[in-house]
């Protein structure tokens, strides 16, 4: 339970401090949606449903700022509920991740009710928390955390959801069941065999690819993309740039990533998108790389 930063009794902190931060929360999801999405009532709800709080340390919390990280004045939540970065390892700047980047990309993937959705790097487990409000209690989530610290309190954080269940483990190679969604937590370098053959007939993978880039922490620049199977075709679309947090384990390789970087590379020379026109994905190298935007070994992203 929260602790209030004024004199309160204890009942009218338990009635009055939560009907606050339930407003509170409403008018957050209803701002961050109305920013990034198009109208969508059952994301917006999962959004004002879930208390960022707790699945962070106890408050005052490292806030992302130009600079660095700045403490917020105390552990009153409202400060979480904006669209803000806060450090879960502020130490590797390993964040709970911005809410604007987060909402379009949920959008994106369109989950459904009663559908098997796989989150492959859930950190301490807010926005799996958000995906099973959406699958709802027909529905399931797996949550993948390749660190076994912030496994651990993944679970303990989602340990009141029947829904939701984590494993400990590197997300590119870890066995799951067939997943109506399989959303990407970190930036890969390519998608793995192991989600491209995971997805149900008309899943969906979110996927952001990312390259290395100069920057400050670690973090990687790179692109999103819609990638949903039909039969053995897999059709893409490109949602936005991102900078993330990469994947460790085997979502990364050295190949795919010159690859990429190549990719990207040509895109801001020629002061194009050209990977917004990328609509199919080949498992193959026989594409010829002039109708492709990326041509990687064993795998291509093409724009038909």
């Known amino acids: 339970m929260w602790q209030s930063m004024q004199a309160l009794t204890p009942g009218e902190f338990d009635v009055d401090r939560e ?10 999801a209803k701002q961050i949606l109305a920013w990034t999405t198009p109208s969508n009532p059952q994301l917006e709800a999962a959004f004002a449903a879930v208390p960022r709080e707790r699945f962070l340390d106890p408050g005052p919390w490292p806030i992302m700022r130009y600079g660095g990280y700045v403490l917020t004045p105390d552990a009153d939540p409202v400060y979480l509920y ?7 390892a502020p130490e590797r700047g390993l964040n709970n991740g911005a809410p604007s980047y987060h909402a379009p990309v949920l959008a994106s993937a369109h989950i459904k009710r009663g559908e098997h959705v796989v989150h492959v790097g859930a950190g301490t487990g807010y926005y799996t928390a958000i995906m099973a409000h959406l699958v709802g209690s027909s529905g399931k989530v797996t949550a993948i955390e390749y660190d ?3 496994a ?25 069941e067939p997943a109506d969604v399989i959303y990407v937590n970190a930036g890969a370098t390519h998608p793995a065999d192991r989600w491209l053959d995971g997805l149900t007939e008309g899943g969906r993978l979110m996927l952001p690819l990312t390259r290395v880039k100069q920057m400050e922490g670690n973090v990687r620049h790179g692109r999103v993309f819609r990638i949903e199977r039909r039969g053995t075709d897999y059709l893409v679309q490109s ?3 991102v900078a993330i947090y990469p994947c460790e384990g085997c979502g990364r390789d050295a190949d795919a990533e010159a690859a990429l970087a190549a990719a990207i590379d040509k895109d801001i ?6 990977w917004r026109r990328v609509t199919r994905l080949y498992r193959n190298t026989e594409i010829p790389q002039e109708r492709c935007w990326l041509h990687a070994p064993g795998w291509a992203l093409a724009y038909e």
């Not at 009907?19 to 957050?28: G, K, N």
């Open 239 to 241: 949602i936005m740039g």
């Open 269 to 274: 020379e020629s002061r194009t998108e050209s």
């Open 148 to 150: 076994p610290s912030l």
């Open 82 to 88: 904006d669209d803000v970065l806060i450090g879960i």
């Open 152 to 176: 651990a309190r993944a679970r303990d954080n989602l340990a009141s959801l029947g829904n939701a269940t984590v494993v400990q483990g590197d997300g590119a190679i870890v066995d799951f």
């Open 19 to 28: 009907q606050e931060l339930a407003v509170i929360r409403r008018a957050y």
